[in-house]
């Protein structure tokens, strides 16, 4: 199946700071890329959905200004939390699909960040 | 907005047995059912993909099947082992995409 790189697996951040975070497709090229955010002993929910050159649409309660989606080609997607505090510790992880065959019919995840901000 | 619901939250079951996981959903206009597997502080590993049409997918000792005008799918694991300890998700996605939906998962410990 396709692979989808996430990175970095675990980062821990001092309140205020920035972090980036990056969902790669490996081998085939991702037109649209959804990231999801899972808080201890809850399931994933969806942050946001972006395809490829296009602004991301957001999930309702989720800050856009805070929450950057950078979706700049087909194979790469960034999220980055900014100005990050303690509630948004958390581990987010990403998915793709593509176009044609299998790619358009299933969804391949990332391996997930763990961000701890401290 | 589709709800997925995963019933039971845990379980707990002696080596060798089958066991039967559940999953249900609000909305039946899917294009997808996913069973996915979480180990502890680890992402997501594809078990089975169902789509629409079909009503069940089998690999290995795992078989889902999808019942999609009552909103359910089933999980069963034959044979469980300890290395079957894990969270297992369910996840539909809408009929407009591969945005998924997921369930609060099913905590199983697989006691040798």
């Known amino acids: 199946g396709a692979v989808v790189s996430q990175h970095p697996s675990w980062v821990i951040c001092k309140s205020g700071t920035s972090v980036k975070i990056e969902c790669r497709s490996l081998?085939?090229?991702?037109?649209?890329m959804f990231w999801y955010r899972q808080f201890p002993k809850q399931s994933l929910m969806l942050m946001a959905t972006?395809?490829?050159?296009?602004?991301?649409?957001?999930e309702q309660g989720v800050e856009k200004d805070k929450f950057l989606i950078n979706h700049a080609s087909l194979t790469l997607s960034t999220l980055t939390v900014t100005s990050a505090h303690p509630e948004d510790s958390s581990f987010y992880i990403c998915?793709?699909?593509?176009?044609?065959?299998?790619?358009?019919?299933?969804?391949?995840f990332g391996q997930g960040t763990r961000l701890t901000v401290v | 907005k589709q709800e997925v619901t995963q019933i039971p939250a845990a379980l707990s079951v002696p080596e060798g047995e089958n066991l039967v996981l559940n999953c249900s959903f609000t909305d039946s206009a899917i294009y997808n059912l996913q069973w996915f597997r979480q180990d502890p502080g680890k992402g997501l590993t594809s078990l089975l993909l169902?789509?629409?049409?079909?009503r069940e997918q089998t690999s290995g000792r795992l078989n889902a099947s999808l019942d999609k005008s009552s909103g359910r799918s089933t999980l069963y694991i034959a044979a469980s082992q300890p290395g079957d300890s894990a969270t297992y998700l369910c996840?539909?996605?809408?009929?407009?995409?591969?945005?998924?939906?997921f369930g609060t998962g099913t905590s199983l410990t697989v006691i040798p």
């Open positions: 972006s395809n490829e050159g296009s602004k991301a649409t957001y």
């Open positions: 169902i789509q629409s049409s079909q």
């Open positions: 081998d085939f090229q991702a037109t649209t």
């Open positions: 996840a539909v996605s809408s009929n407009t995409g591969n945005q998924f939906y």
């Open positions: 998915s793709a699909t593509g176009a044609g065959s299998y790619l358009n019919t299933e969804a391949f």
